[in-house]
């Protein structure tokens, strides 16, 4: 099995229910969830002109290599509502991949790790809440020390 970090993400209806449904065909496609951070709310990053996010990590011990699993992530999204507009809108839900393994993969579907979550509170929080002493493979950073580096001043609060 191959332990993979995901990222949910919500700011459009009831999110956490969205986390609960994205967490059960992520279960039953994927693999099973063996860790989840706690949920924090966050105001919008980038188009700032929208409801606050949800965003929880959750580890997972995914049965799938990465490219299947980024294409299921996709199919997982579409079916749940998500709609790929314009950058950085509104969504019903989003799944990043974080980590998969300690494997560094830079395709043009899919970068892991994914390259800006030492810039943003609402990942490096509840990561550090997971998984503080995990030794991010292209940085060669505790998950602690990012999360302490980290410029985003955003405040991220959990819920």
């Known amino acids: 099995m191959n332990k993979t970090y995901l990222l949910l993400g919500s700011n459009i209806g009831d999110s956490t229910t969205h986390f609960k449904n994205a967490k059960k065909k992520l279960t039953k496609k994927i693999g099973t969830i063996i860790r989840s951070s706690s949920i924090y709310s966050t105001s919008a990053w980038g188009n700032k002109n929208q409801a606050d996010f949800l965003n929880q990590i959750i580890i997972i011990d995914n049965k799938l290599d990465p490219q299947q ?9 579409v079916e749940m509502g998500r ?6 809108e509104p969504r019903v839900i989003d799944i990043d991949i974080l980590f998969y393994n300690k494997l560094i993969i830079n395709t043009k579907k899919l970068i ?32 602690h020390q990012l ?3 980290c410029k985003d001043k955003l405040a991220v609060h959990k819920i």
Request: proline share 10%; aromatic share 6%.
């Open 69 to 77: 699993t980024i294409q299921t992530i996709l199919e997982i999204e």
């Open 83 to 88: 709609t790929r507009m314009k950058k950085n």
């Open 112 to 143: 892991v790790p994914h390259p800006l979550m030492q810039e943003r509170n609402f990942v490096m929080t509840p990561l550090n809440e997971l998984s503080p002493n995990f030794i991010h493979p292209v940085l060669k950073k505790k998950i």
């Open 147 to 149: 999360y302490l580096t």
